[in-house]
Structures are given as structure tokens and as C-alpha cells.
């Protein structure tokens, strides 16, 4: 027994979200980056206009939405708000090269 075993009993490692195969997947980095390079089939919904169109892009709070950014941070902020606007399917995607592996897709 490890000194880390007292803070993690044998319970096995949380596993990531299946992705469902019709999950909107938003970028939500600046136009200029998402124009750098993409995840195919991502929409661009910057930080700085999430809160304002949010509810346009993803009306149906049942389906899987799916955010991502270039290193993490702003999808986490996205995700939460998301999930505090009762969202019941959200993933931070974390990267766009995370999601486009997880998702066998380009980045285009």
C-alpha cells in the first residue's frame, strides 16, 4: 500500500464520454485560430459571444455538445457554463487534436 492509496481506494479511473455520433462539437476559440486549423464538422463560437449565442447554436438540451479550445481552458469555462445552464450531455473535448483523434476526424 502506497501513501496515494489512502486517497484512492481501488476504484477504477473515471472514463471519458462516449462522443455520440450526432454531438455538436463548438470551437470555442477566436475566428482567426479556429481559421488555423479546425476539427471537420466543428462550429466557431468564440468565448467572448458564448454567453450571448449559446442558446441559438444548441437549442436541444438533451444532445451531446461537445467543446473544445487550443489548450483546455476556455472549453472548461464553456462546459460548466453549459452544464449550469442545464445541459444534460456536455464534454470538454479539451483540444481540437484530442477531440479530432477521439472523433477519427481532420483538422481541416
Known sequence: MTWLSKFFPNKAAPQ??????????????TPSEFALGHVDGALNLPMDKFGKNYAKLVPDRGRQVIVYCQSGVRSVHASQFLKLQRYLKVVNGGTAEA??????????
Open 16 to 29: 471519458a464520454p462516449a462522443y455520440d455520433d450526432n454531438a455538436l462539437i463548438i470551437d470555442v476559440r
Open 99 to 108: 477531440v479530432a483523434s477521439t472523433l477519427h476526424r481532420k483538422i481541416i
